[in-house]
């Protein structure tokens, strides 16, 4: 879960605190964080960036990469569909 931990530090953070209590559900969230690594590892980093762009930071697409590749639309469209799983359309987490 360690890309996960670039855009969503405050949830990754929450999931380990979870699992140090004995939370139950703690398996159930990092399972979630670990789907959405594998998504985010195929548009690395130009995917996290654009995740962070959805969270509000003024971040742009620019990479080491010159010309930076775009990213497929089909991999946007899965990159939004695992992030609805953990936020909101303003960027914002939302309970799980």
Do not use: H
């Not at 690594?37 to 980093?45: G, H, I, M």
Request: glycine letters at 6%.
């Amino acid at each position: 879960m360690s890309i996960a931990t670039n855009w969503l530090p405050d949830l990754v953070s929450a999931v380990i605190e979870k699992e140090k209590a004995g939370d139950v559900d703690a398996g159930r969230l990092q399972a979630k964080l670990c789907s959405m690594d594998l998504v985010e590892r195929a548009v690395r980093p130009v995917g996290i960036k654009y995740l962070l762009r959805k969270r509000g930071l003024p971040i742009i697409p620019n990479t080491r990469r010159t010309p930076a590749a775009p990213c497929p639309l089909e991999m946007l469209r899965a990159l939004d569909e695992c992030a609805g799983m953990w936020f909101t359309a303003n960027g914002e987490l939302q309970s799980t």
